[in-house]
């Protein structure tokens, strides 16, 4: 298993570009450790945009960081994981 998995970040499509996107202002671990939902996800990249002068992603990019966080970082994942 490699580093980022282990971190809890699966590979999957996206995970490389939450790495570059997310990672290259803070530690994958706080994003780990969020957890959100897909809409608090929308709405957290759009405040990293719009008020910590975070580059704004295209669209492609947007939708794959999005989904992946949506998917494998979201408070629905925790909750399976809790159940299993």
């Not at 450790?33 to 897909?38: D, E, I, K, M, V």
């Given at each position: 298993e490699d580093e980022l998995a282990k971190m809890g970040l699966p590979p999957d499509k996206g995970r490389e570009e939450v790495e570059s996107y997310c990672g290259s202002c803070h530690s994958l671990r706080l994003v780990v450790?969020?957890?959100?939902?897909?809409r608090d996800w929308e709405e957290t990249i759009a405040w990293m945009v719009d008020e910590q002068e975070m580059e704004p992603l295209d669209a492609e990019d947007y939708k794959l960081v999005l989904d992946y966080l949506a998917k494998h970082?979201?408070?629905e994942n925790r909750l399976k994981k809790v159940q299993r």
């Open positions: 450790q969020q957890g959100l939902s897909r970082i979201s408070v």
